[in-house]
């Protein structure tokens, strides 16, 4: 019936079959094997009962079995004909026919099929041509089984301008359609088969997904982050580029919002560009560095509250990352001498950096200096000591009331560290304690009270 010349039987034929299918599972082959495919295949691209027909093949090719039979591999073909023919008007068989491919791509046999790079061509033309968000949908995870078992299929995608096509899909007002997008991408470039086709342009796109998903929803688009770091992973020599350069702000804020796979993404992602930075121009590393050091306070806070598997990353930035260092001498608690009034002031010292110091309070044994100085770091001072030599001025010179020696690597993963810390000095005899109440914050900015 299905062969027929007259519309009105074909179309009772197509009903009867359609409500059979759907009440029969054992009835898909059985249509197959009596030739409904080929029919099917037949009434669509002679442009009769377009929907009905399209309904149908969708229905059969959906069924994992139906799959499996040599006459589906030789469905791709008219299929993408279909798509690609101008006269082919009818939008719910195009959409049932792209469902089609879909479906037949789930097969990877079918997906490595010869013809699948006309049906990569087809889907890559239903997405350039104004499509429904709901046939955006179609197409596009349709071409992501196509790509994900074929490089053959990658390229095809490529050569037929499916790049450019899938980036603008990624500023899609349709935050789906967007994530699926950035799923295509990275399944494109999952390895060097498109090396040439890697781009600025790419990772720039990608960023402006990651920042329109932001602002527009509050939502950290995590796999947009995934395709990032897909990227970054299999194509180093983007890592210099100025895209990633402008793309490091956005890692940090997902950093800031996402939940525990995002940042597990911007950490991989960050780490990546990290080990590049001994091989940049300093300029660039340089650069890449002061940006990523906004994220200091939030990797100190990951330390504190996220998963042990993301504490190894974490030390890692923060070790590498530039900063301030800022000692806030606050107050001395019971710095009286043997003789003479108290007019206590301490010096600080790191390194060979150049030594700070308070003012002096006169007549005072509880002095409140309430002080704070800050140096600044290109990597934090690994396994440098922080000295603060406390004196007390007098008319004759200046006595040596006690010193504190604090190393200073715990602050940088802890972001604060502070305290009473006893002043040292053999000369305190009367055995009471000496101590002056300090603060040391690592981060990413000067302090407000430093000086």
Known sequence: MLH????????VALNALTVHERSDASSAEQMTEAGAIDALLDL????????????????LFNN?????????????????????????????GRLLAALALGDLSQHEGLARASDSVSACRALISLLEDQPTEEMKMVAICALQNFVMHSRTN?????????????????????????????????????????????????????????????????IINEEVLRTINVIFTNFPKLHISEAATLCIPHLVGALKSGGEAAQESVLDTLCLLKHSWSTMPIDVAKSQAMIAAEAIPILQMLMKTCPPSFHERADSLLHCLPGCLTVTIKRGNNLKQAMGSTNAFCRLTIGNCPPRQTKVVSHNTSPEW???FTWAFDVPPKGQKLHILCKSKNTFGKTTLGRVTIQIDKVVTEGVYSGLFSLNHDSNKDGSSRTLEIEIIWS????NESM
């Open 154 to 218: 990658r390229r095809a995608v490529a050569e037929a301008g499916g790049i450019l096509v899938v980036q603008e899909l990624l500023l899609s007002p349709n935050s789906e359609v967007a994530g699926q997008a950035a799923l295509l991408i990275k399944f494109l470039f999952s390895n060097h088969t498109l090396q040439e086709y890697v781009s600025n342009e790419l990772i720039r796109s990608l960023t402006a997904a990651l920042e329109k998903e932001l602002w527009s929803t509050a």
């Open 444 to 447: 990413n900015r000067i302090s």
């Open 370 to 372: 309430k002080e704070g």
């Open 4 to 11: 027929s010349t007259l519309e009105s039987t074909i179309t």
């Open 64 to 92: 994992v079995r139906v799959r499996e039979m040599k006459v589906s591999k030789y469905a791709i073909a008219p299929l993408s004909q279909y798509l690609l023919d101008p006269q082919t008007r009818s939008q719910p």
């Open 44 to 59: 669509l691209r002679s442009h009769q009962c377009e929907e009905a027909s399209g309904r149908l093949l969708e229905a």
